[in-house]
C-alpha cells in the first residue's frame, strides 16, 4: 500500500520528500480545503529534488543491459509509494504502468530507457558509479528519472480528477545491445492498445532548458555486417597459384559499400563503413582467411529492409571475382526512429506552452542507432532531444566515462512529456 499521506486538500505528498516551504503548506492544510489544488507545474517542482535524488541513486548504481534488476526494483519501489501498480515485464528486467482510471482507454504510451554501457565512469561526481565496469554514459538514468516523475505527475493530476483517460509509462530494458529491449516490450504487447508513443534522449550539445524535434528520420537503422573470407595461400610471388585473400578483402572492402550506393536510393542514407580488418601476419605470404567487420546504416525504414537483400549478392560477387569463398554474416540491429507529424507537432506544441518559443530547436539527424525505432514501426511516435549542456559549461558526448548532464534537465524533460500528456488526454477526450 501507499506510504504517502493525502492532505486535507486531496494533495498526496512522500514523507521523504524534500521540502523547502512545509510550514506554509502545513498552514495551508490545517485551513482546509480552501487553497486551490496545485497546476501541474507546482507539482513538478515538488517532486524535482525527490527525482534528483532517485536519479543519483541509479547514476551511483549503473546496470548493464538486461541485468537492470536494482533498478527495475527501485522504480517499482517508487511507482507503489505513490500509489501506483506497476506491472513487471515477463522473464525480464524493466516494467511499466498505467496512470490514471482503469477503465479509461489509453492516450498516449511514453518510454524511458533504463541500461548503462559498460565504461567506467570518469566525472569524480560525488554520485558517481561505484562500479568501474557500468556508468550511465548515454543519460539513461535521466531517461528512467524524467518518466518516473512524468508517471508521478500524473498520478497527482488523476488524484485531482484532472486525468480523464489513462497513459502508460514504460520503463525498457536493454537499449544498448542489439537488437534492444524495445523489441521484447513490443513482443510482450505492451503497445497493443496504445495509440501514440513518445520518449526521449539527453542531447549534451543542447543547453539545458532547450529540446530539438524533427519530423522523419531522427535516428538511422543499424545493422552489423561482418564478412569472412577464405581461399589456397600460399607465396606472395606466385598469386596466380592461390585465392589471394588479402585481395579479395580490399576489393570487397571498397566495392560494396560504392556499389550499394547504388542499388539503394541515395535519399535513404545508406552508409556501409568498415572499422575492423585482419588478415595475415607476414609480408611474403598470402594468408588463407581474413575478416572484415562493419555497420551499415540507412534512414529510411523501406530501404533498410531492402538493403539485407541486396548485400548478400554484390558480396558473393565482389568475391567471386577472385576466387575465393565467402561468408557473410548480417545482424539486423534495430530499424531508424521515424518520428511522425502529428506526434511531434504534439511535442513542438507542449515545449512552447512550457518552455517558450525559443527554447524548441531543430534536432540533427543521427547515424547512431536507437532501439525506439522498433516502437514507431508499431505505432506513430515521436522522440525529442532533451538538452543537458550546462550554459557555458562544457560541451561532454556520449558515451564516454566524463558525461555529466545538467540534471535540471529532468524537470525540463517532466514539464513537457507532462504537457504531451495532457494534450494526448485532452484529444483523447475530444473525440470520444
Ligand atoms: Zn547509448
Ligand atoms: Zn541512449
Known amino acids: 500500500m501507499s506510504s504517502e499521506r493525502v492532505s486535507t486538500d486531496g494533495r498526496q505528498r512522500s514523507p521523504e520528500q524534500g521540502d523547502s516551504d512545509t510550514t506554509a503548506r502545513v498552514d495551508a492544510e490545517v485551513e482546509g480545503a480552501t487553497e486551490p489544488a496545485p497546476g501541474t507545474g507546482e507539482i513538478i517542482a515538488e517532486l524535482e529534488q525527490q527525482l534528483i535524488d532517485f536519479r543519483r541513486d541509479i547514476h551511483r548504481h549503473p546496470e548493464l543491459s538486461w541485468q537492470e534488476r536494482r533498478t527495475t526494483e527501485r522504480i517499482a519501489e517508487a511507482l507503489r509509494a505513490a500509489g501506483l501498480q506497476p506491472q513487471m515485464l515477463k522473464e525480464t528486467t524493466g516494467l511499466f504502468v498505467d496512470v490514471g482510471d482503469e477503465h479509461a482507454p489509453i492516450a498516449a504510451a511514453f518510454r524511458g530507457d533504463i541500461d548503462a554501457l559498460p565504461i567506467t565512469e570518469t566525472t569524480g561526481l560525488p554520485y558517481a558509479s561505484e562500479n568501474d565496469d557500468a556508468a550511465h554514459a548515454c543519460g539513461h538514468d535521466i531517461h528512467t528519472t524524467v518518466m518516473l516523475g512524468l508517471a508521478l505527475t500524473c498520478q497527482r493530476l488523476h488524484q485531482q480528477g484532472r486525468l480523464a483517460a489513462r497513459i502508460r509509462v514504460i520503463f525498457q530494458p536493454a537499449e544498448e545491445k542489439f537488437p534492444g529491449g524495445a523489441r521484447e516490450v513490443v513482443a510482450q504487447g505492451v503497445l497493443n492498445p496504445v495509440p501514440r508513443i513518445f520518449a ?97 546504416r540507412i534512414l529510411d525504414a523501406e530501404a533498410w529492409k531492402e538493403a539485407g537483400g541486396v548485400l548478400g549478392p554484390v558480396v558473393q560477387q565482389a568475391a567471386a571475382a577472385y576466387g575465393v569463398d565467402v561468408q557473410l554474416d548480417h545482424v539486423r540491429g534495430v530499424p531508424p526512429v521515424i518520428n511522425s507529424e502529428t506526434e511531434t507537432a504534439m511535442i513542438d506544441a507542449a515545449a512552447k506552452q512550457v518552455l517558450g518559443t525559443n527554447c524548441l530547436t531543430l534536432a540533427e539527424q543521427s547515424m547512431g542507432g536507437e532501439d525506439f525505432g522498433w516502437m514507431t514501426q508499431e505505432v506513430p511516435g515521436s522522440m525529442f532531444r532533451l538538452g543537458t549542456r550546462t550554459p557555458d559549461g562544457e560541451s561532454y558526448d556520449l558515451h564516454r566515462g566524463d558525461y555529466a548532464p545538467d540534471e535540471r534537465a529532468i524537470a525540463v524533460g517532466v514539464k513537457v512529456m507532462a504537457a504531451v500528456a495532457e494534450t494526448a488526454v485532452a484529444e483523447l477526450g475530444a473525440r470520444r
Open 200 to 296: 526521449l534522449h539527453c542531447d549534451p550539445k543542447l543547453t539545458v532548458g532547450a529540446i530539438g524535434t524533427r519530423i522523419g528520420a531522427i535516428t538511422s537503422a543499424s545493422d552489423l555486417v561482418r564478412i569472412d573470407v577464405t581461399g589456397r595461400g600460399g607465396h606472395t610471388s606466385r598469386p596466380h597459384l592461390t585465392e589471394d585473400v588479402v585481395g579479395a578483402l580490399g576489393h570487397i572492402a571498397t566495392m560494396v559499400p560504392a556499389v550499394l550506393a547504388r542499388r539503394i536510393d541515395a535519399r535513404s542514407g545508406v552508409s556501409l563503413v568498415w572499422g575492423h580488418i585482419h588478415a595475415g601476419n607476414a609480408a611474403n605470404a598470402i594468408p588463407s582467411e581474413g575478416t572484415l567487420h562493419g555497420t551499415m
